[in-house]
Structure formats: structure tokens, C-alpha cells
């Protein structure tokens, strides 16, 4: 086990979406699944606790924890997208299973956890700043899944 894990709470389908995380994303995988040895507030001996598994090569765990804890926009994960296609391939799975669109390039899964779909060409055009990041950033501003397309043309000011 990594030092340092990602630890997400869940209402009991920890597994189910690390399953689906893993279907999605390369270098990704479910790892080990623990069973309660007792029962717990949310849940009884032998459910599954704690859901081990890797999202894009990053460790994460999911604790089955109940309802209490909700996700929010506080965090997030964020995967840089080479093209168009593969930006597309992750935006439909996420909303398309169950999941929300949001704005700039952000959507939200059935679980609750939020996603920035990022092209790289967006972040190295609002890193180069000036003029070209403002019309770049004007653009986003007006997108929920980016268009890299609408992107590139406002970087060369079109």
C-alpha cells in the first residue's frame, strides 16, 4: 500500500464505481476488496468496507461509509485529453452513466464525484498567457464539454 492514498467516500457501491473507474480509464484497476468483520453503523459483517483500486495510475481507496458525507466540486479529478475523441470517450462514459454535466469542462458521475475532462491544448494555451489565454479562457467560459476545435480557433484569435 502507497504512504499516501486517496481515501472516497461512498453510500455502500465504493466497488461499483471502482469497477466502472477501471473500465474507463487506462492504467487503472480494482485492487483488494475488504469485507466488514462486524457490523457498523451502515452496514453489516461481511459487506464490503473498503474498495482498494487505482484511477489513471493514482491510488485511491473507497470507503463504504453510509450517507452521512456528500462529494463536492472541492475535489476532483482531473484527466488531460490528448484529442477530441479521447475527450469525448470520457466525458459520454462519466454522463452517460448516470453522471452530470457541469461547465468548463467539468461533469460529475452517478457517485457524486466530480471530473475535469481536460484538453492539454486548453491548459498549454491559458499557460502561455496574454491576449491568447484571455480569448482561450473567454471560450471555455462558454463550453460544458470542451470543444478543442472552438479552442484552438480562439488561440489563433479566429
Same mark, same amino acid.
Given at each position: 500500500?502507497?504512504?499516501? #492514498?486517496?481515501?472516497?467516500?461512498?453510500?455502500? @457501491?465504493?466497488? @461499483?464505481? %471502482?469497477? +466502472?473507474?477501471?473500465?474507463?480509464?487506462?492504467? $487503472?484497476?480494482?485492487?483488494?476488496?475488504?469485507?466488514?468483520?462486524?457490523?457498523?453503523?451502515?452496514?453489516?459483517?461481511?459487506?464490503?468496507?473498503?474498495?482498494?483500486? #487505482?484511477?489513471?495510475?493514482?491510488?485511491?481507496?473507497?470507503?463504504?461509509?453510509?450517507? #452521512? +458525507?456528500?462529494?463536492?466540486?472541492?475535489?476532483?479529478?482531473?484527466?488531460?485529453?490528448?484529442?477530441?475523441?479521447? #475527450? @469525448?470517450?470520457?466525458?459520454? %462514459?462519466?454522463?452517460?452513466?448516470?453522471?452530470?454535466? $457541469?461547465?468548463?469542462?467539468?461533469?460529475?458521475?452517478?457517485?457524486? /464525484? $466530480?471530473?475535469?475532462?481536460?484538453?492539454?491544448?486548453? &491548459?498549454?494555451?491559458?499557460?502561455?498567457?496574454?491576449?491568447?489565454?484571455?480569448?482561450?479562457?473567454?471560450?471555455?467560459?462558454? &463550453?460544458?464539454? /470542451?470543444?478543442?476545435?472552438? /479552442?484552438?480557433?480562439?488561440?489563433?484569435?479566429?
Amino acid at each position: 500500500m502507497p504512504k499516501n #492514498t486517496i481515501c472516497l467516500w461512498y453510500n455502500g @457501491d465504493a466497488q @461499483d464505481a %471502482a469497477q +466502472f473507474y477501471a473500465e474507463t480509464f487506462p492504467d $487503472s484497476a480494482v485492487g483488494a476488496v475488504i469485507r466488514a468483520p462486524g457490523d457498523f453503523p451502515d452496514g453489516q459483517e461481511g459487506d464490503v468496507l473498503v474498495v482498494e483500486f #487505482t484511477v489513471a495510475g493514482l491510488p485511491c481507496i473507497g470507503l463504504n461509509g453510509g450517507p #452521512t +458525507f456528500q462529494h463536492s466540486e472541492a475535489f476532483s479529478f482531473q484527466i488531460s485529453t490528448e484529442d477530441q475523441e479521447e #475527450t @469525448d470517450r470520457y466525458w459520454n %462514459a462519466i454522463v452517460g452513466n448516470g453522471g452530470q454535466e $457541469s461547465e468548463c469542462g467539468w461533469c460529475r458521475d452517478r457517485w457524486g /464525484i $466530480s471530473w475535469q475532462i481536460t484538453p492539454r491544448v486548453l &491548459m498549454e494555451a491559458l499557460a502561455a498567457g496574454g491576449d491568447q489565454a484571455k480569448r482561450v479562457f473567454d471560450a471555455m467560459m462558454t &463550453m460544458k464539454k /470542451i470543444d478543442i476545435a472552438a /479552442i484552438e480557433a480562439a488561440q489563433k484569435g479566429r
